[in-house]
């Protein structure tokens, strides 16, 4: 039951909202990623914050099939780890997805409420002070076991958050090139940075 489960929250998570409701220009053009912040680069503001709604609620929705059928906390932290796992790679798209913030904050507004609340506060600072997205999110996603830690103290979400943070960072690696190069994309008018 608990891979059944597993598969449902990497299915749940793979579902392509950036390529459904930006169109394939998302793919071809900023950053080509799959997620909000891109859709924001290439599309209106209305149908990026749409989708980074239906991307955190996918992350949730996985969470509540497995709380649903009264799965242990172990297996509920895994899958959501398999909705953040499917958004990542999926396999429709030849696993190349997005990066996975979103999808995770859902999962984890549902695991561990505080700590994600704490993670959206750190993600909020970090992007305010520097307008670079990729740093609040980064920031945001390797707080978040620590935050975990303190406030929920389940292992298992802990380990899942771990997890997630990796993976987060890991997708974000083509992000530290541009930081480091000083080409990063950065919000507000001047976003060539």
């Known amino acids: 039951m608990t891979t059944t489960l597993v598969l449902v929250g990497y299915l749940l998570g793979s579902i392509p909202f950036?390529?459904?409701?930006?169109g394939a220009q998302v793919r071809r053009l900023g950053s080509g990623n799959l997620g909000a912040a891109n859709v924001l680069r290439v599309r209106r503001i209305s149908i990026a914050?749409?989708?980074l709604t239906l991307d955190v609620a996918k992350g949730c929705a996985a969470v509540l099939v497995a709380s649903g059928v009264n799965a242990s906390a172990t297996t509920t932290a895994a899958v959501g780890g398999g909705?953040?796992?499917?958004?990542?790679?999926?396999?429709?798209?030849?696993f190349k997805g997005g990066k996975g913030v979103a999808t995770t904050?859902?999962?984890?507004t549902l695991l561990s409420p505080l700590a994600a609340a704490c993670a959206t506060g750190v993600f909020g600072v970090a992007v305010c002070t520097t307008r670079y997205i990729s740093v609040g999110s980064m920031l945001?996603?390797?707080s978040l076991?620590?935050?975990?830690?303190?406030?929920?103290?389940?292992?298992?979400?802990?380990?899942?958050?771990?997890?997630?943070?990796?993976?987060v960072v890991f997708r974000h690696r083509s992000n530290?090139?541009?930081?480091?190069?000083?080409s990063e994309h950065r919000l507000g008018p001047r976003a060539d940075g």
């Open 49 to 51: 914050l749409t989708v």
């Open 145 to 167: 076991p620590g935050l975990v830690f303190v406030t929920n103290g389940d292992a298992s979400a802990i380990v899942s958050a771990v997890g997630a943070a990796g993976l």
């Open 18 to 22: 950036a390529l459904l409701l930006g």
């Open 140 to 142: 945001a996603v390797v």
């Open 176 to 182: 530290l090139v541009r930081l480091r190069a000083g």
């Open 83 to 94: 909705a953040i796992l499917g958004h990542v790679y999926p396999i429709w798209l030849r």
């Open 105 to 108: 904050f859902g999962v984890f």
